[in-house]
């Protein structure tokens, strides 16, 4: 699976901007939960739809029920779990910068569905 075939949803609790930045800086396709209509959606309501993607879907979150989902059901979507407590936005992009070509990498290339990025 190519980068470019990737799409990373961008969980509400993490800062809008996020999505444009990953956009602009790794060329992958990202979304807001906002902007897909998913801002009051329930988590496992997320989880499903993004399930009928053809597993292109990463739901990028520090929300670990999405982990449990992904653990419980074994299925599509991936997930990439941001275990960084709360932190400056500052400090998120520089972690997500230090890892996301790894995490590019691992989403295209191998069959891992969760990724976890920590401090």
Same mark, same amino acid.
């Given at each position: 699976?190519?980068?470019?075939?990737?799409?990373?949803?961008?969980?509400?609790?993490?800062?809008?901007?996020?999505?444009?930045?990953?956009?602009?800086?790794?060329?992958?396709?990202?979304?807001?939960?906002?902007?897909?209509?998913?801002?009051?959606? &329930?988590?496992?309501? @997320?989880?499903?739809?993004? %399930?009928?993607?053809?597993? !292109? =879907?990463?739901?990028? +979150? #520090?929300?670990?029920?999405?982990?449990?989902?992904?653990?419980?059901?074994?299925?599509?979507?991936?997930?990439?779990?941001?275990?960084?407590?709360?932190?400056?936005?500052?400090?998120?992009?520089?972690?997500?910068?230090? &890892?996301?070509?790894? @995490?590019?990498?691992?989403? %295209?290339?191998?069959?891992? !569905? =969760?990724?976890?990025? +920590? #401090?």
């Amino acid at each position: 699976m190519q980068s470019k075939l990737l799409e990373f949803w961008i969980d509400v609790n993490l800062p809008p901007a996020l999505a444009v930045w990953l956009q602009d800086e790794f060329k992958v396709n990202a979304k807001f939960f906002k902007e897909l209509g998913l801002a009051a959606v &329930s988590d496992f309501e @997320v989880f499903k739809l993004a %399930s009928k993607r053809l597993n !292109t =879907i990463i739901i990028t +979150t #520090k929300d670990y029920d999405f982990v449990l989902f992904g653990e419980e059901l074994s299925a599509p979507p991936k997930i990439l779990y941001l275990n960084t407590g709360n932190i400056s936005n500052k400090e998120l992009k520089k972690i997500v910068l230090n &890892s996301f070509k790894n @995490v590019i990498r691992i989403f %295209s290339q191998t069959n891992q !569905t =969760i990724v976890e990025i +920590t #401090k």
